[in-house]
């Protein structure tokens, strides 16, 4: 049957399942714009930025597992989606973006709105296709989404010519995708998998270092499983929060600079580090040559790359987490390791990482543990990038896999937003609150409209202390106080959302915190809180920029429990 | 760690675009090559590439999992350690009087080298072997004056009759039918 590359693409996409698409028209996309009424299957969402798009495609592939699609018209519509490509691709997050390109005759000859995506993005994606012949689309978007979703997930870009898509083809989408060069490897070598089980089961001080791999693969029953028969402690990295629950006896918080004092003391103590489904990222491992050194470590991943990248690992096993995971369990004898959980539980509570000092002015901390109660701990939390970040990882406690979204590698200010659109529209059913603060949500802001316009009932924290706060504590401790550029002015944030058309509040007292979080979530749409916090509020603990994680800077002031700080977790 | 050269071979989809993906992640990575050749295999649509790496063992072996990782990359072998057939090609236009013309005619024959062009005052040598064999050529030339040098870079495969690249021959070639058809 004969169709327009459109209907092709349109057709292709209802074939791999495609629910929704963010994005915004142009010239370029015009012809498949025009093509989108004839599929109602495909729910498209017009952003306010292509930048927008791209982090709200990211945020639902998250949240769903599905692949998240975004859409862009020719030159700027494109290179606005590379900061989102780039957010994609370092959190192997499955995204498809769909570019439109200049007619094929004006390829090559710097027409208007011309850019060379494909080269433009060239490092950022996982694979990408400039697609010169309606014919080639299908085979084309099947191989697409193939590699998007499967081995290690990343963004896949396909570029298309105004008049490709205009152009008649026959139809015919392929049942398998045919690419010999593309074999991920899913089950680990055996002999690897022996020897890690023998480090494992002569282990005295073992400790596991869960990954997002872990969720990608959706291995939580075959980590709790190994974790349980041998009594292994787990951190997580900052990604891989909620593969594990964090309210598990066996859980011991998150990893790196801003990590638990004691999940870093015990990775520094561990004689056999087992790190799944991670990358060990600079801000995870703080110092190379001072992480754990007194452990052999054995890595599971299913990108061979990452093997030995950035650290020495004795056990190699690439492969599938779940799949690598299964014949590890086979082999590992149950086992107590009594005083290695008990140092940790000692460490824990000697370094509590997570309590909040008594204080007269509004603490962000406060803010995010309030949210945490209200919530019942059972939202999705979406957030910027900065000291709101890891309050958010901090002092909220994620039980659920997905339950906290963030972007990582890239560290992407303005992601909280147009993430937590998508996160929303994939998962209708969930409380979905966006923590950003007011650095970051002033870069995408205009998804406002979004939300207004689409009724997507996401609630807004914006943790207003107007520093870009982050940057403002490096400044304090390693720059003199000297705070170069750091203050903000924003709006009144209140206004602002009710110039889109978003009930707001304002809260600047303790006791108003609970109150307003409540009107929030009894609010059937969208709700937007600026909680003007103290502005000078430090995230600790804190691995200082070049030291180990062994030397754990913590909160300098003499701590005092507040009424509201109770650890989530019945300590042995 | 000392660093030595290597020899990597790729076999590679012969699509646009596949150059520059390895060339973009040798300069993203900062890994430094010394060479690289390509050009068609025996199989259809598929080309060969000889890439020199100049790094430690670790370093190599991660620049050939992260090429492996290119899409269009079917497969990279560092052939090192095998023992291997490896040659290049130079082409040296040598300043030649008539006083010079018959030494440097001499030292082209000892090499087992070919004079491809003859000029009013110079000769271009055409000569293929290793990069010692090569190196020592243009370094006898060179006291007559170089005018020009041009090398190809090295190609490589290992002896014997078993290639570590010989996979998927027949995938690829069922494959090249049905696209066709």
């Known amino acids: 049957m004969k169709m327009t590359g459109a209907q092709i693409l349109c057709e292709s996409m209802v074939r791999e399942g495609v629910e929704v698409i963010f994005g915004i028209l142009g010239g370029a996309v015009l012809p498949l714009y025009d093509t989108l009424p004839q599929y109602p299957q495909l729910r498209h969402i ?27 018209t020719s030159g700027p519509g494109a290179t606005n989606l590379v900061t989102g490509i780039a957010n994609a691709h370092l959190d192997s997050s499955p ?97 690897q998998i022996k020897k890690a089980a023998k480090l494992i089961n002569e282990a005295r001080q073992p400790t596991i270092i869960a990954g997002r791999g872990v969720i990608i693969s959706r291995a939580y029953a075959e980590l709790k499983h190994l974790a349980e028969t041998a009594q292994i402690p ?9 593969c594990f629950p964090e309210s598990h006896i066996l859980s011991f918080g998150m990893l790196g600079m801003h990590g638990m ?69 086979k082999l590992i004898t149950p086992a107590e390791h009594i005083a290695w959980v008990k140092q940790l539980d000692d460490w824990r509570k000697e370094h509590p990482s997570t309590v909040i000092r008594d204080s007269e002015g509004l603490l962000p901390q406060f803010v995010i543990r309030k949210i945490y109660e209200v919530t019942k701990g059972e939202a999705i939390i979406a957030t910027g990038v900065g000291q709101n970040q890891m309050w958010a990882a901090q002092h909220y406690w ?175 | 760690m000392a660093t030595t050269k290597h020899t990597l071979v790729a076999l590679v989809e012969d699509k646009p675009g596949v150059l520059n993906r390895m060339a973009s992640l040798f300069r993203r990575r900062g890994f430094n090559i010394e060479s690289i050749a390509v050009g068609h295999s025996e199989i259809p649509h598929l080309s060969r590439m000889t890439i020199v790496v100049d790094g430690t063992t670790t370093m190599v072996e991660q620049v050939r999992k992260q090429l492996d990782k290119v899409i269009d990359v079917v497969r990279v072998s560092d052939i090192t350690s095998d023992n291997l057939i490896a040659r290049e090609l130079a082409l040296i236009k040598v300043k030649a009087t008539s006083s010079t013309r018959n030494e440097i005619m001499q030292i082209v024959d000892i090499f087992r080298a070919n004079i491809v062009d003859v000029g009013s005052d110079s000769v271009t040598v055409e000569v293929t072997g290793d990069k010692e064999k090569v190196d020592s050529l243009f370094n006898l030339l060179r006291g007559f004056g170089i005018k020009e040098l041009t090398r190809t870079g090295r190609i490589a495969m290992p002896r014997g009759v078993s290639s570590p690249l010989r996979v998927e021959k027949e995938s690829h070639k069922t494959r090249a039918k049905r696209q066709k058809a």
């Not at chain 1, 309606?134 to 697409?144: D, F, L, P, Q, Y």
């Not at chain 1, 787990?234 to 909620?242: A, E, N, S």
């Not at chain 1, 979204?405 to 409380?431: E, H, Q, R």
């Not at chain 1, 979530?521 to 502005?535: N, R, T, W, Y």
């Open chain 1, 95 to 191: 995204m498809v973006a769909i570019t439109g390109q200049v007619a094929r005759p004006f390829i090559g000859k710097d027409a208007f709105q011309e850019v060379d995506i494909t080269g433009i993005t060239l490092p950022i994606t996982k694979h990408n296709y400039l697609v010169l012949d309606a014919g080639s689309i299908a085979r084309t978007v099947k191989e697409a989404f193939h590699l998007a979703r499967s081995g290690r997930p990343g963004p896949v870009l396909i570029d298309i010519p105004r008049d490709v898509f205009i152009e008649e083809a026959e139809f015919h989408y392929p049942s398998k995708v045919d690419l010999p060069s593309y074999k991920p490897t899913l089950q680990g070598h055996p002999a």
């Open chain 1, 398 to 572: 994620y039980d659920k896999p997905n339950s906290l979204i963030s972007s990582g590698g890239l560290g992407t200010m303005g992601f909280g937003l147009p993430a937590s659109i998508g996160i929303k529209i994939g998962c209708p059913d969930n409380t979905v609150w966006c923590v950003d603060g007011d650095g970051g949500f002033q870069m995408t802001i205009q998804e406002l409209a979004t939300i207004a316009q689409e009724k997507v009932a996401v609630k807004i924290a914006i943790i207003n202390n107007g520093y870009l706060g982050m940057v403002r504590q490096w400044q304090e401790l390693f720059y003199g106080k000297r705070y170069v550029a750091t203050p903000l002015s924003g709006p009144d944030y209140v206004k602002i959302a009710e110039a889109y058309g978003i009930p707001g509040l304002r809260v600047k007292h303790k006791e108003e915190v609970v109150p307003a979080i409540e009107q929030a979530m009894a609010e059937q749409g969208p709700f937007l809180i600026d909680f003007v916090v103290e502005p000078e509020e430090n995230i600790y603990p804190m691995v200082p920029p070049g030291a180990s994680l062994s030397e754990v800077m913590e909160e300098p002031e003499p701590k005092v429990l507040s009424d509201s700080a109770k650890l989530p977790t019945s300590n042995i």
């Open chain 1, 234 to 242: 787990v951190i997580t990295t900052l990604l891989g929060i909620g």
């Open chain 1, 261 to 329: 004092a004691y999940a870093n003391m015990a990775v520094s103590a561990a004689d056999v580090i087992i790190a799944i489904g991670m990358r060990f990222d600079d801000r995870a491992t703080a110092k190379v040559s001072g992480f754990a050194p007194n452990a052999h470590v054995i890595h599971i991943d299913i990108d061979p790359t990452e093997i030995g990248k950035n650290v020495r690992v004795d056990v190699p096993i690439v492969g599938d987490v779940k799949v690598v995971l299964e014949e590890l369990n």
């Open chain 1, 46 to 72: 017009l952003v306010r930025h292509e930048q927008g798009a791209a982090h709200a495609a990211d945020g639902y592939a998250r949240a769903t597992g599905k692949v998240g699609v975004c859409m862009a």
